[in-house]
């Protein structure tokens, strides 16, 4: 009887084994990956084009015919170099009027061009003496290399700035020139006026290449310095806000094309800094056709660099920048109303677990609690997973 009662409990185990395995939940496969500790830094990533910093517009002084010299773009020219003739209308007693209104508007605009290059050296001078005593300091210990960088991108913004006051005060003597010429030329045809270049640099664009009769204010031709570039990047003005002076920013152009004439930064990458951010913002039309409001964001790069106006470049500008902070791959995050959780490894199985995030670095988002260290958890989880559910890793 015994016997018999051990052969049913026996038979009975292995039904209940045989019926445990028939139905049991088989494993997830899942990937996983592993919270760490490491660099992490957050941008914005947008299109950009490069411009010549330096460049100006000739514009026809006055009506009359346009006999340009024989120019193409591309042509490098000395300052001062002949671009064309120009044999004014004749005027009658209102036009001669307004050409002397004309020239004391140029003469205000000179003056105001001078007094903004009094005050740019002036700032230019103080940035200097500040580079040099934070420089001192720094190699003494007594401030933090962080401080000493930023004395030295101050003191390279006001350069830069300086030197376009420089070279806007430049180019409206210039004007101012050519609308004195024009003024006294214009009470007959006989009478050309030579058109010359305002500063020395590249034919950028020629936009009357052929002999005809202008109107006054016409464009001739856009001059310029492809060595001096700098590089525009219409941002959102939510993201403008979060943008600083100084902000690295990383520059890609076309893959695999060397685009660097020095050794410093080689290949089709290049580092560059935030100058300003432009005060106006404008709307514009996506690619989905939904407006935005977008403003201009000026990018100062090497002059190393080998390129030209209006080249293309992907734009990722540093806003927020950490050296070591623990981190969880973006991809494990799962939203829970207004929090965020992940799916955490323990012993085979998934675990639910709420955390608190901070910044968010595209492939990494920063862990400020809910996680430690070397913790695993389940990338691209699922909606079959559950609190206990067996893991397979792929």
Do not use: C
């Not at 080249?311 to 494990?332: G, Y």
């Amino acid at each position: 009887m015994t016997r018999r009662w051990t052969l049913l409990a026996g038979a009975g185990a292995v039904l209940a084994a045989g019926t445990w395995w028939l139905f049991r939940t088989p494993p997830v496969a899942v990937e996983v990956g592993v919270v760490t500790e490491g660099p992490l830094r957050r941008s914005i990533d947008e299109m950009g084009t490069t411009r010549v910093r330096t460049h100006s517009d000739v514009n026809a002084p006055v009506a009359g015919r346009w006999v340009p010299a024989p120019l193409q773009e591309g042509d490098v020219l000395a300052d001062g170099a002949r671009l064309g003739m120009l044999y004014p209308a004749p005027s009658d007693a209102s036009a001669r009027e307004q050409m002397r209104a004309r020239l004391g508007s140029a003469d205000a605009m000179v003056r105001e061009a001078e007094a903004a290059v009094t005050a740019a050296q002036t700032t230019f001078d103080e940035a200097r003496r500040t580079r040099a005593r934070t420089e001192a300091l720094g190699a003494a210990g007594g401030v933090s290399p962080q401080e000493v960088e930023r004395a030295r991108d101050a003191f390279g913004n006001a350069e830069m700035q300086w030197r376009a006051a420089g070279e806007r005060l430049r180019a409206l003597q210039y004007e101012r020139r050519q609308v004195g010429a024009a003024a006294a030329g214009a009470a007959g045809e006989g009478a050309g006026l030579v058109i010359s270049a305002p500063l020395a640099g590249t034919v950028l664009t020629v936009s009357e290449s052929h002999e005809r009769v202008v109107p006054a204010g016409t464009r001739l031709l856009e001059i310029g310095d492809p060595r001096d570039l700098e590089v525009v990047v219409p941002l959102l003005t939510a993201d403008a806000l979060r943008v600083r002076e100084g902000a690295v920013a990383r520059l890609t152009f076309v893959a695999g094309t060397v685009i660097t004439t020095g050794p410093e930064q080689p290949g089709d990458t290049i580092m560059g800094r935030v100058t300003r951010i432009e005060p106006s913002a404008s709307t514009r039309l996506s690619a989905l056709g939904v407006e935005e409001q977008r403003v201009n964001a000026v990018v100062a790069i090497p002059a190393t660099v080998h390129l030209g106006d209006h080249f293309r470049a992907d734009v990722r500008i540093t806003v927020w920048e950490a050296t070591r902070v623990l981190r969880v791959p973006a991809s494990a995050l799962v939203r829970d109303g207004d929090r965020w959780s992940v799916w955490r490894v323990r012993r085979g199985r998934a675990q639910h677990t709420a955390i608190t995030l901070g910044e968010h670095g595209g492939e990494f988002v920063e862990v400020r609690d809910g996680l430690t260290a070397r913790d695993t958890v389940v990338l691209f989880p699922g909606a079959q997973l559950r609190d206990g559910t067996a893991l397979k890793t792929k």
